[in-house]
């Protein structure tokens, strides 16, 4: 019973360690928690210097304030790039409880965020 019990712990563990997030969706989902917690502090350091004077408490508020309002996060996933991508630029779709944002991260050579945009994704034209 103790030997099964413990299998069950280490098995538990070990799955919880094991995450499928690819260090870009790792990044994206920080910032959007972030953005949501209306509290940029502990990703601030992650953007270059040029985007750390873009955010500011009002754009940060307004952008929390509608994210808070689409339900919960329920985490991002990197989409597919295209050919066309430029290089270091991410796009992911961010599901919420009511509707799916896209985000688009765009790194600088050093990995620092140099933009991060989120926006609600287009419903595609009813036929």
Not at 70 to 80: D, I, L
Not at 82 to 92: R, V
Not at 99 to 121: A, M, N, S
């Amino acid at each position: 019973m103790k030997r099964s019990l413990l299998c069950l712990l280490v098995l538990a563990l070990a799955a919880s360690g094991c995450s499928s997030k690819n260090k870009f969706e790792k990044e994206a989902d920080k910032i959007t928690n972030a953005v949501i917690a209306n509290n940029m502090d502990p990703v601030r350091a992650d953007f270059d210097s040029q985007a750390q004077v873009q955010i500011t408490r009002v754009r940060v508020a307004r952008l929390s304030d509608e994210l808070n309002s689409e339900g919960k996060f329920q985490g991002v996933k990197e989409r597919p790039s295209s050919g066309s991508s430029a290089p270091n630029t991410h796009y992911f779709n961010a599901p919420f409880e009511k509707h799916v944002y896209e985000e688009k991260l765009v790194l600088d050579d050093d990995g620092k965020v140099r933009e991060w945009d989120v926006r609600e994704k287009a419903s595609a034209p009813a036929p």
